[in-house]
């Protein structure tokens, strides 16, 4: 199997940090995402203002500064999984021109889990893995299992931000999904399960899709 191109779709806390990390692991690919890139520029002056700005009001950051983070990604990539990108009809007909996509995961999951999720997640800032204090504890509290870096909350992961971003997502990704949902490389996964469980699901949608 040549690399594989993976789009992971999914609502804020849906669990494509969790699971993108994996499948990089697994199959050797970049993680390509856009909210990472966009919170280690988060103070950068545009000509939109900072993505501050819009971030920590749960909005989207304008669509020319995340196509460009995800064109120069894609540039460096062989395989890769794109997480946190598209999140409205515009990024998608970008992201269309620019690659093919050997398969678009959806994860599935509630909006009251998503709120329970993201609002007990916390971050390793160095290597970006993701733990949650009650689902997904790392062995010490408040230090990462990989790296050893003291583990912090993001600042969008507070209860009035969260609520916002999923109106956000309401609005403008909703859309993305039904634009995938249809198509040869769309796979809906129950994103409810345990960490394993999905992926399980993951991997098995993975390695019969890109072959
Ligand atoms: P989550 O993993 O919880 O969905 P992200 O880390 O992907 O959150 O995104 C954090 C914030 O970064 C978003 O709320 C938004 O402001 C901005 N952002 C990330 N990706 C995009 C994108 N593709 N388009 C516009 N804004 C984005
Ligand atoms: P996303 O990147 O979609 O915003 P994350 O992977 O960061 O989502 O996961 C959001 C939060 O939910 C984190 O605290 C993570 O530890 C936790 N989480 C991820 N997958 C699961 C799961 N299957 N069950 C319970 N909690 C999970
Ligand atoms: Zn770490």
Redesign the pocket.
């Known amino acids: 199997m040549s690399d594989p191109r993976i789009l992971i779709l999914g609502a804020?806390?849906a669990g494509?940090?969790t699971q993108s990390k994996r499948l990089c692991e697994e199959y050797d690919i970049e993680h390509i995402?856009?909210?990472?890139a966009?919170r280690a520029n988060k103070q950068m002056e545009t000509e939109y203002g900072t993505p501050a700005e819009?971030?920590d009001a749960?909005?989207?950051?304008p669509d020319p500064l995340?196509n460009e983070i995800v064109a120069a990604a894609l540039e460096d990539a062989d395989g890769f999984v794109l997480d946190?990108?598209?999140?409205n009809e515009s990024?998608v007909e970008y992201l269309e021109d620019a690659t093919d996509l050997d398969v678009v995961l959806y994860l599935d999951v509630d909006e009251e889990e998503l709120v329970r999720r993201?609002t007990g997640r916390r971050v390793c800032p160095e290597c970006g893995a993701s733990y949650h204090v009650d689902f997904n504890p790392p062995e010490e509290e408040g230090v990462c299992d990989e790296c050893g870096s003291e583990l912090v909350q993001r600042d969008?992961d507070t209860e009035e931000t969260v609520r916002e971003?999923l109106k956000t997502y309401e609005e403008n990704t909703e859309d993305v999904i039904e634009h995938y949902r249809g198509t040869d490389e769309f796979v809906q996964i129950d994103g409810e399960q345990s960490p394993d469980e999905v992926w399980a699901d993951v991997k098995d949608a993975v390695d019969a899709q890109a072959e």
């Open positions: 804020p806390g494509k940090g995402t856009t909210g990472d966009l819009y971030m749960g909005e989207l950051v995340v946190g990108y598209p999140r990024q993201l969008d971003r």
